[in-house]
């Protein structure tokens, strides 16, 4: 069994910084790509940022210049660092990776972690 796990959301004033974490356990073969897409309230979940095995990335317009992705391969981690946070990014944010399994290459969620930018 496949689990996502996130961390590090939480209440930030405008313009303050965040960073997520998401660390994948079970039996794994190899990660794919991994992904942040976030939620908000009303809102279908859009694309946030991924990154590839090899570090290549790519970001949803409205954060680009503001979100940073990285991912640490050896610990099953990726990280999601926001700066420069607006009211618009509140949403629940949550990390995807497609994993290879014995038997399939699937991809997983995980529970989300809610982040709110408010004054």
């Known amino acids: 069994q496949v689990h996502l796990v996130e961390s590090g959301g939480g209440l930030v004033q405008p313009g303050g910084s965040l960073r997520l974490s998401c660390v994948a356990s079970?039996?794994?073969?190899?990660?794919?790509?991994m992904g942040w897409f976030r939620q908000a309230p009303g809102k279908e979940r859009e694309l946030v940022a991924t990154?590839?095995?090899?570090?290549?990335?790519n970001y949803g317009d409205a954060v680009k210049g503001r979100f940073t992705v990285s991912r640490d391969n050896p610990q099953k981690m990726s990280y999601l660092q926001m700066n420069n946070l607006k009211p618009e990014d509140t949403g629940v944010y949550y990390c995807n990776a497609e994993i290879s399994v014995p038997g399939r290459r699937t991809a997983y969620w995980g529970q989300g972690t809610q982040v709110t930018v408010s004054s």
């Open positions: 079970g039996i794994i073969f190899n990660i794919h790509v």
């Open positions: 990154i590839g095995p090899r570090g290549n990335t």
